[in-house]
Structures are given as C-alpha cells and as structure tokens.
C-alpha cells in the first residue's frame, strides 16, 4: 500500500505500523508486534478528536503486547 493517499508508516509502535487518514472523516491504525495485531479506528472525526491521544494509547496498548 505505498504510495497510497493518506497512508503513513509509524515508527517506535511494535514491529510494523501504519496509519491512516483522509484528515476528515476517519483515522485508522494498524500495529504488528509479533505475531499479535491490533488495529484501532475512530470512525468520526471532529473537534475533540486528538490524533496525538490516538497515537499514545496505541503505544501504551502495543507496549503491553
């Protein structure tokens, strides 16, 4: 999926990780970490949504994997 619109690679969250946005509707992320996955979407984005929040309580979750 490189190159896709919107789609980024994380680093520092498991072995492999990828997020995903279209900055206006949905935010969507993906973490391997072994051969355990986790993937977390927040499906409505508005004013109150902090993709920074997002991001941390993946790490603290894939942290404890």
């Known amino acids: 999926n ?3 619109e919107g789609i980024k690679p994380v ?3 498991g072995d492999e990780g ?3 946005t ?3 509707n949905f935010c969507f992320l993906l973490v391997r970490k072994g051969d355990k996955m986790i993937r977390m979407k927040v499906n409505k ?3 109150l949504t902090s993709v920074d929040q997002f991001n941390a ?3 603290k979750i894939t942290d404890k994997m």
Do not use: I, M, Q
């Open 2 to 4: 490189s190159g896709s």
């Open 11 to 13: 680093s520092g969250l």
């Open 18 to 20: 990828y997020f995903h």
């Open 22 to 24: 279209d900055s206006k």
């Open 45 to 47: 984005l508005t004013n």
């Open 57 to 59: 309580v993946a790490k």
